[in-house]
């Protein structure tokens, strides 16, 4: 071995083989280190691609999702715009009932009112009772009386007269008459401002109001609270 050492073309050769080996080393070191190299690049640009692509298929589901919930939006705005449609035609078609109800309600009261007044007057038992009650408190108490002799208004007169008569009180002075000017309606209470406050105006204005016979009032110089019996209103 110390020969081997010791031989100049030994080593020179070993020497050449060493520089050679390293320069082979080297040669694949360098190779592998330039394919790790672009591999290493391939494997970036292949990131930076996926990362692209899932940046913009990222973007592409923002941008379909954001579509979507505008049109949710639109949706929402849509169903509520052809709710109040709905609410308000609804509320229009209650109002348009209420009016051909009350429209109908009305022509029905407008026709009762006509029939009530095309009836002829009369009391009912609730009256009669209700007149001879109130006018029974104070019997003996005397009035006069007018009443007009068209059939209408006499047989509701005789009606009132027969009540009266019943109650106890004396009508002094029983008059008919056919014509009266001017006309007057209804049932009138002759008074003088003396006999206003006294017991026959008092209870007679009374019985009729309780009875719910409507009268009217007019100044008088008669001696009696005067009772008349006029055209049916």
Do not use: C
Request: charged share 25%; proline share 3%; glycine share 4%.
């Amino acid at each position: 071995m110390h020969s081997f050492w010791n031989s100049v073309d030994e080593l020179s050769k070993l020497i050449f083989a060493l520089q050679w080996g390293s320069t082979i080393i080297v040669a694949a070191l360098g190779g592998t280190i330039i394919a790790l190299t672009i591999h290493k690049n391939n494997l970036q640009k292949e990131a930076e691609r996926i990362k692209d692509v899932q940046i913009a298929q990222a973007r592409e589901a923002a941008a379909e999702a954001n579509s979507t919930a505008q049109q949710a939006i639109l949706k929402q705005r849509e169903i509520e715009q052809e709710s109040l449609k709905l609410a308000l035609r609804l509320e229009e078609e209650h109002q348009a009932r209420l009016r051909l109800e009350q429209g109908v309600s009305t022509t029905q009261s407008a026709v009762q009112e006509v029939k009530a007044k095309q009836q002829p007057r009369h009391l009912i038992e609730k009256q009669k009772e209700t007149l001879l009650s109130v006018l029974s408190t104070v019997p003996g108490t005397t009035i006069e009386m007018t009443y007009l002799t068209d059939r209408e208004t006499s047989d509701f007169a005789k009606e009132i007269i027969d009540v009266i008569l019943k109650s106890g009180w004396n009508i002094d002075k029983l008059t008919s008459v056919g014509i009266y000017a001017p006309p007057t309606y209804g049932v009138v209470v002759d008074l003088s401002e003396e006999q206003k406050h006294g017991i026959a105006a008092q209870t007679l204005m009374s019985a009729l109001e309780r009875a719910g016979i409507k009268f009217s009032t007019r100044p008088s110089a008669l001696p009696h609270v005067h009772l008349f019996v006029a055209l049916k209103p």
